[in-house]
């Protein structure tokens, strides 16, 4: 196609006094000789205008117009719709071009979505969830008969999850009924750039890389402690130090202060509230569970200037633009490069900008940390996202939704679903399984209605001709599981947003706690919704949610090991390693720094037992793994009870007195550093079959077989429970080679448990020198494992107290 199809938008351009960029051009070019391709430029350089403007003068460019979607705009967000739409509106309002816009997600209004269906956009912005929502339709051929451009914003952020996939497989669809039907992705810094190109584009395709874009500078200085004296605090949030914090905050300066758990933000909130009561108006708290009017409200004022502060999580992690912005706040860690890149990019939000970000270390080794991460991005590395392998449940429910929209052809569909990479190696046993399965219920739930749910048209085509079991898939599409969740509402008046089900069913009533940066009274619990009002009361009472543990990436624990090893040598060249100079040299004084290839192992006596402290620096997730195998073949040898304590370096054992660890560990290290035997041992060393009936129910909700109910009509997780575990322990006395108990296993081994790291770092450790090194107490590296400890049997409060006091005994026998 010649290049003055591009007219149009270098108009637009011109009055907006903006040259193209070279990677826009290049973008724009190639789409216009047919390829497809994936776009990696930093956040802010302009990635959304390089992939839609060419397809948009595409539509410009036809000679007569035509019915239906004809750019489609995947994002993984809902709150990105609103921007994306007000950023494509502007050159189409400006221009006059005969476009029309439309967003299609769960917040899209009966009579929108009815007019949609009607007389469909030119160009639709939407989620992976409600794309498969109207391929669920009857309307789906209709509707994207005429479709020539597919983008995927932050493709970074679905690839590594079920969302990808759910994605891969529509436009799996999307490309059979569109042969040409081009692609592009927009991703973040990744680090397995063409396998995420494959996974989005397919398993045919020659895709086009753009990388480049003005090249962003960034800032990293952190929030340094006046003096360590020896030992690394923890057992809290580092909310005592939060003077530090507000020393360093400007008012005047727009910052935004990433957690990296919604408890935190909720307790990083309240603290500054308190402490800085000049900022009421100008200081929001912002995550996922706070209702979304509010959340809106937000990002509004932001954009506008009118707030200055906002605590939040990775709900502001993609790219909203937030061109006020100047700062960016990182409290703890953030266990990986390419979170710490992306949310740096939410300030300087423009082409060429600096971005400035300051850390907060929650305690002292957090700054051994952040130097590995400076040390990782000053190599220009970042981390791979691996999207989940062939997860089947996935696949029966898009075989589901097609069935409830256009039906299918097995055989035409088989083919489509290879085309994909995440099921490129899908078997003819495996895609029978799954047709057997929705069509006749598998082996075992043949005599249940619900669970045939496919049958033959008169072409052969699958379908589903049950109006209920439609009806009740297209409510239920999506792939994420999270617990149920309670609304929170003023008795009188709006949602303050919803919290797990497993925490209001501890509350009574008078209850206080603290959300949505609200002090709260419970009144009472009705139909799933927490009623509750404002209070003067105090509490330290904060919801807390699942999936809140974050590890080290793979790749942050090689640098960590790195760093270890380089204070041993006494190469302090980072401003975080010369403030941990102090807690080096206590270290080794009492015991040693490894190098790279040692594993140091300390072992000790005190009044509470026989401890055992092992460092992989492998990463919280790793590290339990590892603990529970060490504390199962230890055992083996000499019978005994053994408490685990895992963090990001490492992990303790804790033994009755006398236990022999020190010898144990000299006679039988090789025997504990064996990978053969792994995954045996780890069955045996963890309730592996509990593991994975928690995991299957997931499984089951995502393949349809447990599904929510109609709203208002929500199951409770002791609901959702019950009907999982009955149909686990089903599948696994009648039909044991079920694939989706496989699939559990799998995911349990291979995701929760990172079992391919897990056998990476015994083979590592063994191939390596082990020093084991007795001390006569508990040392500067083993102390945050003691507290992780102890954190688990008190209230902060005491925690607080009794770390207060072991520094104090652990001083005065050093004097």
């Not at 992976?128 to 995927?152: D, M, N």
């Not at 994909?420 to 209605?449: P, V």
């Not at 080290?552 to 403030?579: M, N």
């Not at 504390?631 to 992990?651: E, K, P």
Request: glycine share 8%; hydrophobic share 40%.
């Amino acid at each position: 196609m010649s290049a003055s199809v591009l007219t149009p938008i270098t108009d637009w351009f011109r009055i907006k006094g903006w040259t193209p960029q070279a990677f826009q051009e290049q973008t724009w070019h190639a789409h216009l000789s047919g390829a497809s391709g994936l776009i990696q430029v930093p956040t802010g350089s302009g990635k959304t205008y390089a992939a839609v403007m060419a397809p948009i003068a595409q539509i410009l460019a036809q000679s007569e117009a035509k019915a239906g979607i004809q750019l489609l705009y995947v994002t993984p967000l809902r709150a990105l719709s609103r921007d994306l739409a007000l950023a494509l509106e502007e050159p189409i309002e400006t221009m006059g071009w005969p476009l029309r816009v439309g967003i299609r997600n769960g917040d899209t209004s009966t009579n929108d979505r009815a007019k949609q269906l009607k007389t469909p956009p030119q160009i639709l912005i939407t989620t992976p969830e409600s794309l498969c929502v109207l391929l669920a339709g009857k309307h789906a051929q209709r509707l994207f008969g005429a479709l020539k451009t597919v983008i995927l914003d932050e493709w970074h952020e679905l690839i590594g999850s079920k969302r990808g996939t759910q994605t891969e497989l529509a436009l799996s669809w999307l490309r059979q009924a569109n042969p040409t039907l081009q692609t592009w992705a927009i991703s973040a810094t990744i680090g397995n750039l063409d396998s995420a190109a494959r996974h989005a584009l397919g398993m045919d395709s020659k895709p086009v890389l753009i990388t480049g874009g003005a090249p962003r500078s960034l800032e990293v200085t952190s929030i340094l402690p006046d003096s360590i004296d020896g030992f690394p605090w923890g057992g809290h949030l580092g909310l005592r130090r939060y003077e530090d914090l507000v020393g360093q905050l400007v008012p005047s300066i727009s910052t935004l202060l990433f957690t990296n758990t919604r408890n935190q933000a909720e307790r990083w909130f309240q603290c500054l509230r308190y402490a800085c009561p000049e900022m009421d108006g100008l200081l929001a708290l912002h995550h996922s569970a706070v209702n979304r009017d509010e959340r809106e409200a937000i990002e509004t004022a932001v954009k506008a200037g009118d707030l200055r502060w906002v605590v939040c999580t990775s709900s502001l992690d993609l790219g909203v633009d937030f061109q006020p912005v100047e700062r960016v706040v990182q409290i703890g860690s953030p266990k990986n490069l390419a979170r710490l890149l992306q949310r740096a990019g939410r300030s300087a939000h423009l082409p060429g900008g600096t971005s400035q970000v300051l850390f907060m270390p929650t305690n002292a080794l957090e700054l051994l940390e952040l130097s590995a991460v400076r040390r990782g991005l000053s190599a220009g590395l970042v981390e791979a996202r691996q999207p989940p392998l062939m997860p089947l449940d996935v696949l029966l429910q898009h075989l589901t939704t097609l069935a409830c929209g256009p039906g299918f052809d097995p055989k035409t569909t088989l083919e489509a679903v290879r085309q994909t990479a995440s099921f490129s190696a899908l078997s003819m046993d495996q895609w029978q399984w799954c047709l057997r399965f929705l069509e006749h219920g598998g082996e075992c739930l043949g005599a249940y209605e619900r669970f045939r749910k496919l049958e033959p048209d008169s072409n052969g085509r699958m379908v589903v001709k049950q109006t209920p079991i439609a009806r009740l898939h297209r409510l239920n599409i999506g792939t994420i599981t999270s617990a149920p969740s309670i609304r929170v509402r003023f008795v009188r008046g709006s949602v303050l947003g919803h919290v797990e089900e497993n925490f209001v069913s501890q509350l009574k009533p008078k209850d206080v706690f603290f959300f949505a940066g609200r002090q709260l009274e419970f009144v009472r619990l009705r139909e799933m919704t927490a009623y509750v009002k404002a209070t003067t009361k105090k509490s330290t009472t904060v919801p807390a949610w699942a999936g809140g543990q974050m590890a080290l990436s793979d790749l942050l624990t090689h640098h960590l090991r790195e760093e270890v090893a380089r204070a041993g040598r006494g190469e302090l060249d980072t401003p975080e390693l010369k403030a941990l100079e102090p807690l080096f040299d206590r270290q080794q004084d009492l015991s040693t720094l490894p190098r790279a290839d040692q594993l140091l192992i300390e072992s000790c006596q005190t009044r509470e037992g026989s401890h055992l402290y092992v460092y992989p620096f492998e990463g919280r997730f790793v590290h339990e793994g590892l603990g529970f195998l060490f504390a199962t073949r230890l055992t083996r040898l000499q019978r005994g009870t053994i408490t685990v304590s895992v963090n990001d370096y490492g992990f303790e054992l804790l033994a009755p007195r006398q236990y022999p660890f020190a010898e144990l560990i000299e006679d039988h290290i090789e025997d504990l550093l064996d990978a053969d035997q792994l995954e045996a041992d780890l069955e045996q060393a963890l309730n592996l079959s509990e593991l994975c009936k928690r995991r299957f129910r997931s499984i089951a909700q995502v393949a349809g077989l447990l599904v929510q109910g109609f709203p208002g009509q929500s199951k409770s997780t002791g609901q959702l429970q019950i009907s999982g575990s009955l149909l686990f322990d089903v599948f696994s006395r009648h039909e044991p080679q079920n694939l989706l108990l496989q699939q559990a296993r799998d995911e349990v081994l291979n995701e929760q448990l990172e079992l391919p790291r897990l056998k990476a770092a015994l083979e590592r450790m063994a191939k390596g020198e082990v020093i084991h090194s007795p001390t006569p107490r508990p040392g500067p590296m083993a102390f945050p494992l003691l507290v992780e400890r102890l954190n688990n049997r008190m209230s902060n409060e005491s925690v607080l107290e009794r770390i207060q006091r072991m520094q104090a005994e652990a001083l005065r026998r050093e004097a």
